[in-house]
């Protein structure tokens, strides 16, 4: 339907979204899956954590095609009001996960793990609140007196959010590189930025298409460097590790 721009330059309708990359990225979340199933990756607490990223990534995208047609096809305020609040608030509490996964991972002394936990749930519960809310307050996702849904994507609960986990997760990053390999700390801070880059730069052109794709990007490094145990191609066998979770299972 393209770019239906409004008179406001802050505001465009929902028809600006293209669900092409939400297509994909369910495509591409069922893949991973299907592959970690398939590689038989030995099934530890962090692993649990990253399996359960992967379906909020593809809550989130099924969630967000959804509302793109319900609102092409049968308008029900309601429901457009349910699926975007699924969708917001799956990839934030992704973002949670992701935090816990980090933390496993740099290993932190429980008083300090603690402090990111309650901070990572604070962020989500007041901005997940105010977006469940943006119809009620006008703040964000909202409809005008003729019906129509507007989205100011720069200002919205969401972005806060959203904003406030990168700062989060880089901060994290940063200050304990020396406990993660440097190669991984590189390839993250480097994912990360792009991706920050990608949400904002859409944000100001007022679109969201690619948001939850940027999400999947940071989970594919993790897999491949952390998490990958391929098979091996001259005797087709499984490593060690997959092996004894093969049997395990």
């Not at 399996?51 to 319900?70: E, G, Q, R, T, W």
């Not at 507007?150 to 969401?158: A, G, H, M, R």
């Not at 940027?214 to 990958?228: D, E, G, I, R, W």
Request: glycine share 4%.
């Amino acid at each position: 339907m393209g770019l239906n721009l409004l008179l406001s330059t802050n505001h465009i309708v929902i028809h600006s979204y293209s669900p092409v990359a939400d297509f994909l990225l369910v495509v591409m979340c069922l893949l991973a899956l299907l592959l970690i199933r398939q590689t038989f990756i030995k099934q530890s607490r962090t692993f649990r954590i990253f399996k359960s990223c992967f379906a909020l990534l593809f809550i989130a995208a099924v969630s967000n095609i959804a509302f793109y047609y319900a609102d092409l096809f049968s308008r029900q305020n309601t429901l457009l009001w349910i699926l975007r609040a699924v969708y917001h608030i799956s990839l934030l509490s992704l973002f949670c996960l992701y935090i816990a996964y980090l933390k496993i991972l740099i290993v932190f002394p429980k008083n300090i793990g603690r402090k990111y936990t309650f901070l990572s749930f604070a962020i989500l519960v007041v901005t997940g609140v105010a977006d469940l809310a943006s119809p009620l307050t006008g703040w964000g996702f909202h409809q005008d007196h003729y019906g129509i849904w507007y989205e100011n994507i720069l200002s919205t609960p969401f972005m806060v959010g959203y904003l406030l986990y990168l700062a989060v997760i880089l901060f994290l990053l940063v200050c304990y590189r020396r406990r993660l390999p440097t190669a991984l700390f590189h390839m993250l801070i480097f994912t990360e930025t792009v991706c920050g880059l990608i949400v904002v730069m859409e944000a100001a052109m007022n679109t969201t298409s690619f948001l939850a794709t940027t999400y999947f990007l940071p989970l594919l490094v993790v897999l491949y460097m952390l998490h990958a145990n391929a098979y091996d191609p001259k005797t087709g066998a499984l490593g060690s590790t997959s092996l004894d979770e093969y049997l395990r299972q």
